[in-house]
């Protein structure tokens, strides 16, 4: 019902810069927070950075200052600028969002994840 297509992952030098984005697509009625997570291999997916659907923001501490969350609700997409990366970003990043889907006079909101792009930094 509702799909979520990332893009934007790749290779990059230690110091260099990546933009992810994810675009959501579906029987969407409204998306509410969106979100990035990523995870390394051996550890616990981890929350990057989480945008409201007013556009208030929040980062884990090790990216403040480096990346950058953002959306586009006309499109029904978020972004997620990485700069100034660093081995240890090195892992599959992953989008989520709250989406809101009507079904006849049922309104339902769920969780919704994209299928993950990997994002390797070399040192």
């Known amino acids: 019902q509702v799909q979520l297509v990332e893009s934007g992952g790749g290779l990059v030098q230690a110091g260099g810069s990546l933009r992810l984005s994810c675009a959501a697509s579906?029987?969407?009625?409204?998306?509410?927070?969106m979100g990035w997570y990523r995870q390394a291999p051996g550890k616990q997916r981890e929350l990057v950075a989480h945008?409201?659907?007013?556009?208030?923001?929040n980062y884990v501490d090790s990216v403040k200052g480096r990346f950058t969350i953002s959306r586009d609700n006309a499109k029904n997409t978020v972004y997620l600028r990485m700069n100034s990366l660093k081995p240890e970003d090195t892992a599959v990043y992953y989008c989520?969002?709250?989406?809101?889907?009507?079904?006849?006079?049922?309104?339902?909101?769920?969780?919704?994840w994209g299928q993950g792009t990997q994002v390797t930094v070399s040192s």
């Open positions: 945008i409201t659907s007013g556009g208030s923001t």
């Open positions: 989520n969002s709250r989406v809101t889907t009507v079904n006849g006079i049922y309104r339902t909101e769920s969780d919704y």
């Open positions: 579906g029987s969407i009625f409204s998306i509410n927070a």
